[in-house]
C-alpha cells in the first residue's frame, strides 16, 4: 500500500469539463468510478452536506464522529466529504499508508479560520501574565489541527458540541480557569448551562489582542475566544420572537453555536446528532423550527414529512464553505483516483499529529 501512495501524483486544479457536464452524466461517471474503486474507497459525509454528494457518503454524521469512524478504516483512500480542519483530524486517526482526500481544498471553515496558531501563542503568553498558571485550554474539535496540538502540549483537551459540558466540569476541576477555543458561543453557553455567571466569563480578542471582561481580573473563570460560526451568528432573538408571537405552540431547536441571547430564549439546544436525535423522537404533527445549517434543515423536511419543520430564519443560506464539495468536485476526485492519482491529499506532520492527539485522547 505504501508504495502505491508513493506513486501517486498530487494535483489541485479542476477541469472545467466537470463544470460544463450535465448532471446527469457526472452522477453516472461518480458511481461507475466508486464502483471500480470499491473496497479501496470509503466516503465520509458531514450532515451539512449537498444532497447530491451526501447520496455517494458511505457513512453519514458529524464531524469527530466521521473521523473516528475513518480511523476504523482499512481503505487506501477516505475520501472525506466536509471541510479541511476535518479532513485534519481524519488524517491524524488513520495510519500514514492512508490518504485522506479533500475534494475541494477551499472548503475551510470561517470559525477555525478565527484562531491560528500565531494568535494563539501570543494570546497564551499574555494570558500567562495576567493569570499566571491557573488556566487549562480546551478546543472546539472545530479548529485546526495546529490549534488541537497547542491544546494536547498545554495540558487540554479537545471538545464537541454534544460533551462541552462535561469536558468545562473537567477543565475546571483541574484549574481554576479555562481558555475555551475558538467558539465564543459554545463556550458562553455550556458556561451558563453549568451554573457560572456570565460577569465571570472574560472575552480573548485576538486582533487587538486585549481581554475584555466585566469583572476584576482575579474573579475571570472562563477565558472566551472571540470566535464565532458565521451560519450559526444569523439566527437572531427577533427570529424566535416573531415565532412566538405568530405560532406559540411551535417549538424552537437550536444548535448551541447560536449566541446565548438565541438559546436563552428557545426550548431546545444541542449539537447536530441532539437536533436529529430529538426531530426522530417527536410526535408526528409537531411543528418544529430548527436554528442550523439550512441543508440539514432541508434534509429533516423530507425525510420526516408528518412533521412541520422550517427554519428559524426564513432566508438562510447553506454554509458556503462547506458547500464547496460539490458533484463535479467529488466526481473528479473519484476518477482521479480510478487514474492512479490522488487529488487534495489532507497530511498533518507527525509532530503536530502527536500533539493533537493528546488532547483528542484527553476526551475520548
Given amino acids: 500500500m505504501t508504495s502505491l501512495l508513493d506513486e501517486l501524483q498530487l494535483t489541485d486544479a479542476m477541469p472545467s469539463e466537470y463544470l460544463s457536464a450535465p448532471v446527469s452524466e457526472l452522477h453516472e461517471r461518480a458511481a461507475r468510478a466508486k464502483d471500480i474503486l470499491g473496497e479501496r474507497l470509503f466516503i465520509l459525509g458531514h450532515h451539512y452536506q449537498k444532497d447530491e454528494v451526501i447520496r455517494y457518503a458511505d457513512v453519514t454524521g458529524d464531524?469527530?464522529?466521521?473521523?473516528?469512524?475513518?480511523?476504523?478504516?482499512?481503505?487506501?483512500?477516505?475520501?472525506?466529504?466536509?471541510?479541511?480542519?476535518?479532513?485534519?483530524?481524519?488524517?491524524?486517526?488513520?495510519?500514514?499508508?492512508?490518504?485522506?482526500?479533500?475534494?475541494?481544498?477551499?472548503?475551510?471553515?470561517?470559525m477555525a479560520d478565527m484562531a491560528n496558531i500565531d494568535q494563539t501563542e501570543r494570546a497564551w503568553l499574555k494570558l500567562q501574565e495576567y493569570f499566571g498558571d491557573t488556566i487549562v485550554p480546551l478546543t472546539y474539535v472545530n479548529s485546526t489541527a495546529a490549534i488541537k496540538a497547542f491544546v494536547g502540549r498545554n495540558g487540554g483537551a479537545t471538545v464537541t458540541s454534544s460533551n462541552a459540558a462535561e469536558m468545562v466540569e473537567w477543565a475546571l476541576a483541574q484549574k481554576q480557569r479555562m481558555l475555551f477555543l475558538p467558539d465564543q458561543h459554545l463556550g458562553r453557553n455550556t458556561a451558563v448551562k453549568l451554573g457560572i455567571p456570565l460577569e465571570r466569563m472574560a472575552i480573548w480578542d485576538p486582533i487587538?489582542?486585549?481581554?475584555?471582561?466585566?469583572?476584576?481580573?482575579?474573579?475571570?473563570?472562563?477565558?472566551?475566544?472571540?470566535?464565532?460560526?458565521?451560519?450559526?451568528?444569523?439566527?437572531?432573538?427577533?427570529?424566535?420572537?416573531?415565532?412566538?408571537?405568530?405560532?406559540?405552540?411551535?417549538?424552537?431547536?437550536?444548535?448551541?453555536?447560536?449566541?446565548?441571547?438565541?438559546?436563552?430564549?428557545?426550548?431546545?439546544?444541542?449539537?447536530?446528532?441532539?437536533?436529529?436525535?430529538?426531530?426522530?423522537?417527536?410526535?408526528?404533527?409537531?411543528?418544529?423550527?430548527?436554528?442550523?445549517?439550512?441543508?440539514?434543515?432541508?434534509?429533516?423536511?423530507?425525510?420526516?414529512?408528518?412533521?412541520?419543520?422550517?427554519?428559524?430564519?426564513?432566508?438562510?443560506?447553506?454554509c458556503l464553505t462547506m458547500n464547496r464539495i460539490d458533484l463535479p468536485h467529488l466526481t473528479w476526485a473519484l476518477e482521479e483516483m480510478v487514474e492512479g492519482r490522488v487529488i487534495n491529499r489532507i497530511s498533518v506532520d507527525p509532530k503536530t499529529a502527536k500533539e493533537a492527539v493528546m488532547a483528542l485522547e484527553k476526551m475520548l
Avoid at 480542519?85 to 475551510?108: K, N, S
Fill in 208 to 318: 487587538k489582542q486585549k481581554l475584555e471582561l466585566k469583572c476584576e481580573l482575579e474573579d475571570v473563570q472562563v477565558i472566551l475566544w472571540k470566535g464565532h460560526c458565521s451560519v450559526h451568528m444569523n439566527f437572531l432573538p427577533k427570529h424566535v420572537e416573531i415565532l412566538r408571537d405568530k405560532e406559540p405552540d411551535r417549538n424552537i431547536l437550536v444548535h448551541p453555536e447560536c449566541t446565548y441571547e438565541v438559546v436563552s430564549i428557545s426550548d431546545y439546544a444541542g449539537s447536530t446528532k441532539y437536533i436529529i436525535d430529538t426531530i426522530e423522537a417527536s410526535e408526528p404533527g409537531s411543528k418544529w423550527a430548527i436554528g442550523t445549517e439550512m441543508n440539514l434543515v432541508n434534509r429533516l423536511i423530507k425525510d420526516f414529512p408528518d412533521r412541520d419543520i422550517v427554519s428559524l430564519n426564513p432566508y438562510m443560506c447553506p
Fill in 63 to 110: 464531524s469527530l464522529q466521521l473521523s473516528q469512524i475513518a480511523g476504523q478504516q482499512t481503505a487506501d483512500f477516505i475520501l472525506f466529504c466536509g471541510v479541511h480542519f476535518m479532513a485534519e483530524t481524519a488524517d491524524i486517526l488513520t495510519t500514514p499508508e492512508q490518504a485522506v482526500i479533500l475534494p475541494d481544498m477551499r472548503a475551510g471553515c470561517s
